[in-house]
């Protein structure tokens, strides 16, 4: 095995030990008890066919001596289990005279025995042997990892990662779960939330806060007094029945992701966020992270210290030197950004400009001032308007004189075309310029017949005179036509 041993182990080779003589591994990395019917099948298998792999196995407190008395397993105690087992239920049916049909059943198990093997090594031993196998528990990997490094306190994340043959990053991950709380290491125990679930949890310091996010951003639908979330309180005690309810009704990771943007303040100088942000964990080799501004994607529920939305802008270009740095540490995805908080800037707060530039003063004061000139204007027409019409009135009846050009321009240029070009021929003099003036009054106001006749009356025109004039001159139009045609009828004969 390529792994790294702290001191020189000595195999003692292959013997056969009796399982009473055996005891479980204290930092065995595997906590979770096999199921009832995967050691049933591995019963039958062993029955058959004894025990194909030897298991591994140390002296009980340390001894350099090779030991005839008690071992340690380092792994393969499903295979012990299995072996006592066995051992136990062929003692308990066998008959009188029998022999045990093999060496499993006369509760031997064949073990590869070492010397010298430190916690350290037989833990990653353990891990590695379990790991090949089966997938572990990511619970059960952030444990050993803890154990690995209380009994190697000189291991760094690389040198864990080496042994446990684990990428760095996932060693980082598992090292956080040291942080749940009670609450969600028995939810991700039991299956409940995943391992992208507990990863966002365990960057909650707070265990309080942790249990908060699992219950409203996990179970957002649960609503804190509903039965499912009483059952999830009670983890340990839920029925196989609850537990699957509970993973059925897991809310999308982006749901818990909202949650926590909305209600976590995040700690630029927390390790894990800088392990998590690398471009963080490079800034502060240089700079003190606490120093940064901090600065929200919301306008609400923003923590103090930390500006909200509207008190700062977003300067953008990589390159630019203006305003300041800052960090994203709630309402969003964290992101180091530069803010620029000078309301006076006209790059980054033009809304808030009115008057951008000398020209821009200038005109604005030039409307003012016509609007001021307007208003003033208004008023004082408003006060002189009612006694302005009696004036003009003295003034046109003492003072006009009446002419055909004041005629043209109190009736209009177009009016008085109109009316001459009916009058055929007539001119507008000064003469007749009361003459025109009274047409254009009859014109304009008389329409029915007793109208026309008084207003004709007013100028000396007797309308009905006028009419029994006109019908007689008709009749005899009509009489000569008349005569004229019967004369070319009988021409025509
Ligand atoms: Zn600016």
Same mark, same amino acid.
């Given at each position: 095995?390529?792994?790294?041993?702290?001191?020189?182990?000595?195999?003692?080779?292959?013997?056969?030990?009796?399982?009473?003589k055996?005891?479980?591994?204290?930092l065995?990395?595997?906590? $979770?008890?096999?199921?009832?019917?995967?050691?049933?099948?591995?019963v039958?298998?062993?029955?058959?066919?004894?025990?194909?792999?030897?298991?591994?196995?140390?002296?009980?407190?340390?001894?350099?001596?090779?030991?005839?008395?008690?071992?340690?397993?380092?792994?393969?105690?499903?295979?012990?289990a299995?072996?006592?087992?066995?051992?136990?239920?062929?003692?308990?049916?066998?008959?009188?005279?029998?022999?045990?049909?093999?060496?499993?059943?006369?509760?031997?198990?064949?073990?590869?025995?070492?010397?010298?093997?430190?916690?350290?090594?037989?833990?990653?031993?353990?891990?590695?042997?379990?790991a090949?196998?089966?997938?572990?528990?990511?619970?059960?990997?952030?444990?050993?990892?803890?154990?690995?490094?209380?009994?190697?306190?000189?291991?760094?994340?690389?040198?864990?990662? *080496?042994?446990?043959?684990?990428?760095?990053?996932?060693?980082?991950?598992?090292?956080?779960?040291?942080?749940?709380?009670?609450?969600?290491?028995?939810?991700?125990?039991?299956?409940?939330?995943?391992?992208?679930?507990a990863?966002? =949890?365990?960057?909650?310091?707070?265990?309080?806060?942790?249990?908060?996010?699992?219950?409203?951003g996990?179970?957002? /639908?649960?609503?804190a007094?509903?039965?499912?979330?009483?059952?999830?309180?009670?983890?340990?005690?839920?029925?196989?029945?609850?537990?699957d309810?509970?993973?059925?009704?897991?809310?999308?990771?982006?749901?818990?992701?909202?949650?926590i943007?909305?209600?976590?303040?995040?700690?630029?100088?927390?390790?894990?966020?800088?392990?998590?942000f690398?471009?963080?964990?490079? =800034?502060?080799?240089?700079? *003190?992270?606490?120093?940064?501004?901090?600065?929200?994607?919301?306008?609400?529920?923003?923590?103090?210290?930390?500006?909200?939305?509207?008190?700062?802008?977003?300067?953008?270009?990589?390159?630019?030197?203006?305003?300041?740095?800052?960090?994203?540490?709630?309402?969003?995805?964290?992101?180091?950004?530069?803010?620029?908080? *000078?309301?006076?800037?006209? %790059?980054?707060?033009?809304?808030?400009?009115?008057?951008?530039?000398?020209?821009?003063?200038?005109? %604005?004061?030039?409307?003012?001032?016509?609007?001021?000139? $307007?208003?003033?204007?208004?008023?004082?027409?408003?006060?002189?308007?009612?006694?302005?019409?009696?004036?003009l009135?003295?003034?046109?009846?003492?003072? /006009?004189?009446l002419?055909?050009?004041?005629?043209?321009?109190?009736?209009?240029?177009?009016?008085?075309?109109e009316?001459?070009?009916?009058?055929?021929?007539?001119? =507008?003099?000064?003469?007749?310029? /009361?003459?025109?003036? /009274?047409?254009?009054? =009859?014109?304009?106001?008389?329409?029915?017949?007793s109208?026309?006749?008084?207003?004709?009356?007013?100028?000396?025109?007797?309308?009905?005179?006028?009419?029994?004039?006109?019908?007689?001159?008709?009749?005899?139009?009509?009489?000569?036509?008349?005569?004229?045609?019967?004369?070319?009828?009988?021409?025509?004969?």
């Amino acid at each position: 095995m390529a792994v790294i041993m702290e001191r020189q182990s000595v195999n003692l080779g292959i013997r056969m030990i009796p399982f009473n003589k055996m005891q479980p591994f204290a930092l065995n990395p595997r906590r $979770q008890p096999p199921t009832p019917t995967s050691l049933d099948e591995l019963v039958a298998s062993i029955a058959d066919l004894g025990v194909l792999q030897p298991v591994l196995v140390r002296p009980q407190a340390g001894s350099h001596e090779p030991p005839d008395d008690a071992y340690e397993i380092v792994y393969g105690h499903r295979r012990v289990a299995a072996v006592e087992r066995l051992a136990t239920e062929w003692i308990r049916t066998r008959k009188d005279g029998q022999h045990p049909p093999s060496d499993a059943h006369r509760g031997m198990v064949p073990a590869a025995v070492v010397l010298d093997l430190s916690d350290a090594d037989a833990l990653t031993m353990a891990f590695i042997e379990n790991a090949q196998r089966e997938d572990m528990h990511p619970l059960d990997e952030s444990d050993a990892i803890r154990d690995l490094k209380r009994l190697d306190p000189t291991l760094t994340v690389r040198g864990i990662a *080496d042994r446990l043959k684990l990428s760095a990053r996932r060693v980082q991950r598992r090292m956080r779960y040291e942080r749940l709380g009670p609450l969600v290491r028995s939810a991700f125990l039991a299956n409940v939330i995943t391992t992208d679930h507990a990863d966002d =949890l365990a960057m909650i310091t707070d265990v309080a806060l942790q249990e908060r996010a699992l219950i409203e951003g996990c179970f957002q /639908a649960l609503g804190a007094t509903s039965p499912r979330a009483a059952s999830l309180k009670k983890l340990a005690t839920a029925s196989p029945e609850d537990l699957d309810a509970l993973r059925l009704s897991v809310a999308p990771l982006r749901s818990l992701h909202q949650w926590i943007h909305d209600n976590i303040r995040q700690d630029p100088t927390d390790g894990a966020v800088q392990e998590e942000f690398p471009e963080l964990a490079q =800034l502060a080799t240089t700079t *003190d992270v606490a120093t940064l501004l901090q600065v929200s994607d919301h306008s609400w529920k923003v923590p103090t210290g930390v500006l909200q939305r509207e008190e700062y802008r977003e300067v953008t270009g990589k390159k630019s030197t203006h305003g300041e740095a800052a960090i994203v540490v709630h309402g969003g995805p964290m992101r180091l950004v530069r803010i620029c908080r *000078d309301r006076a800037c006209r %790059a980054h707060w033009p809304d808030l400009m009115t008057r951008q530039t000398p020209a821009d003063t200038a005109r %604005a004061a030039r409307f003012e001032a016509q609007a001021a000139r $307007q208003r003033k204007a208004q008023a004082a027409w408003s006060r002189t308007r009612r006694s302005v019409w009696p004036a003009l009135v003295t003034h046109a009846t003492t003072h /006009a004189k009446l002419s055909g050009d004041l005629v043209r321009r109190v009736i209009g240029e177009y009016a008085t075309r109109e009316l001459l070009r009916r009058a055929k021929g007539v001119k =507008l003099t000064d003469a007749n310029a /009361a003459g025109v003036l /009274a047409l254009h009054v =009859l014109e304009r106001s008389r329409r029915t017949r007793s109208e026309l006749s008084t207003a004709a009356r007013l100028v000396g025109f007797d309308l009905g005179k006028w009419e029994r004039d006109e019908r007689a001159r008709q009749k005899s139009a009509s009489k000569k036509a008349t005569a004229k045609s019967g004369r070319a009828k009988g021409g025509a004969k």
